[in-house]
């Protein structure tokens, strides 16, 4: 029985272990920094602001990175596409 007794108690201690996780995890309290921890400018390099655009929508699978490139200024870059943009309503 002892053997069965140390297996709870075991499985128990992971169990709270998970829920202490969870709470961190439901209350934001990340141990990484941010990208929103430093500034980011026009001058910032490529792998920041990848960061920051991953940070402000990780979790969503309907937005996503969309390479642009101005006719006019010859500007290229990444901006945020959503794929339901033509749903009419869906943004409102």
């Known amino acids: ?9 075991q499985l128990l ?8 996780k969870w709470y961190h995890l439901l209350n934001n ?3 990484e920094p941010t990208p929103l921890d430093f500034l980011i400018t026009e001058i910032s390099s490529e792998q920041e ?11 969503r699978e ?3 990175p969309k390479r642009f490139e101005s ?9 945020p596409y959503c794929k339901n943009e033509w749903i009419k309503g869906y943004h409102d």
């Open 1 to 9: 029985m002892s053997e069965l007794e140390a297996k709870k108690e």
């Open 13 to 20: 201690q992971y169990i709270d272990q998970l829920w202490e």
């Open 29 to 31: 309290e990340i141990d």
């Open 49 to 59: 602001k990848i960061a920051l655009f991953r940070y402000l929508f990780r979790g």
């Open 62 to 64: 309907d937005v996503f």
């Open 71 to 79: 006719k006019k200024t010859k500007r290229r870059g990444y901006q």
